[in-house]
């Protein structure tokens, strides 16, 4: 069967109303052992009982009453283990024998310190926090959350809407329709997203200073000192499939200088930003046999990669399921997919 087919039946099967019924006559326990991976990596962003008006037009954020039932589910079925055990047992080439979890946070983002830390200090979970080395301290903000706060100010003057559309060569003015134009804006259209933003009188120099979205160096040392790891995320949060090679190996080789000379971490644990994406085998061989990265992160949930030093992450962040949902849903598209031996990342 090709992958056009296959992905074509997959998505019926996976959008029928079915699907849940199907993974709830499973318990968790069964799912895992008949998959056979013990090792599990949610990721989030961030968790806020506030409103977030940088992240609030992209994707919903978990509060903490949903983090704290999605921790108590995960640790149900999981033993909580430090990233260190992860990397000796990639490293040995072992699995757990019991079901295990490591937490991971990307984007270094300011309530990890206010909110998420304190949870994990009283529950026992020890998690690492990927950052973006530019927007340490505040003093840059990454590009899509630029984007919200300029959709969040138009939603609230639609004034707005004209001269920020001829500003996007769109025609139209409506909401919906500019929305949907920035949103398909990348790292490439810098630029044009700061012109939009002096467009309509947006200063993100003043938000990052009022608000502070990000960790600052104080604290980044703080939760170091609890315990924490700190990994990179790239300087400024590039899709890598946008950028050249040079230009990776450039996002990821300063960002791991400037946390060795910050922080005096002696370890390389690296999270590709948005996804993996059309990142070449060139580049992890790079980025193990010259870079020395003990350890690196994918965002396409259980799923198999060309090295066991590049292990996926599954997304708690983007949905407001229940964890429940979300693990057995995982879990149970790996093993459909293991049937039919569609597990398995393929790099150039």
């Known amino acids: 069967m090709s992958n056009t087919n296959f992905n074509e039946i997959y998505s019926k099967v996976i959008g029928s109303k079915y699907l849940k019924k199907t993974y709830d006559s499973f318990s968790i326990s069964t799912l895992i052992s008949k998959s056979g991976q013990n090792l599990f990596l949610p990721f989030y962003h961030t968790v806020s009982n506030k409103r977030l008006p940088h992240i609030e037009n992209i994707y919903p954020v978990r ?3 949903l983090f704290i039932e999605d921790l108590d589910l995960i640790l149900k079925y ?3 283990v430090s990233i260190y055990e992860v990397e000796n047992k990639v490293q040995a080439g072992e ?9 991971t946070f990307d984007d270094g983002l300011s309530e ?3 909110v998420v830390a304190p949870i994990l200090e009283k529950k026992g979970v020890p998690s690492t926090f990927f950052v973006n080395t530019d927007f340490i301290d505040n003093k840059a903000l990454f590009y899509r959350y630029k984007v919200s706060l ?3 100010k138009l939603r609230t003057n639609r004034a707005l809407l004209e001269p920020l559309s001829e500003v996007l060569y769109e025609k139209k003015y409506d909401f919906e329709d500019v929305s949907r134009a920035l949103l398909s804006l990348n790292y490439t259209s810098i630029n044009l997203i700061d012109k939009v933003a002096d467009t ?3 200063c993100f120099d003043d938000y990052l200073t009022k608000e502070m979205p990000y960790l600052s160096t104080d604290q980044i040392k703080v939760l170091i000192r609890k315990g924490f790891t700190i990994g990179s995320h790239s300087i400024d949060h590039p899709f890598f499939n946008d950028i050249s090679f040079n230009e990776q190996k450039k996002q990821i080789n300063e960002s791991f200088r400037i946390l060795i000379e910050q922080f005096a971490i002696n370890y390389k644990f690296f999270s590709f930003p948005f996804s993996d994406e059309g990142v070449t085998i060139d580049l992890f061989d790079w980025l193990y046999d010259v870079e020395k990265c003990n350890l690196s992160f994918g965002t396409s949930g259980l799923k ?3 090295s066991v030093q590049h292990i996926h992450r ?3 962040d983007g949905t407001l399921n229940k964890a429940e949902d979300i693990v057995k849903l995982q879990y149970f598209n790996y093993i459909v997919k293991s049937m039919l031996n569609k597990n398995y990342m393929i790099r150039l």
């Open 200 to 202: 309509i009188e947006l």
């Open 304 to 306: 198999q990669d060309y």
């Open 78 to 80: 999981f033993e909580p």
């Open 112 to 114: 990890i310190y206010s």
């Open 314 to 316: 599954v997304a708690f």
């Open 150 to 152: 300029i959709i969040e």
């Open 63 to 65: 509060n903490e009453k």
């Open 95 to 103: 699995n757990f024998k019991k079901p295990s979890f490591h937490l």
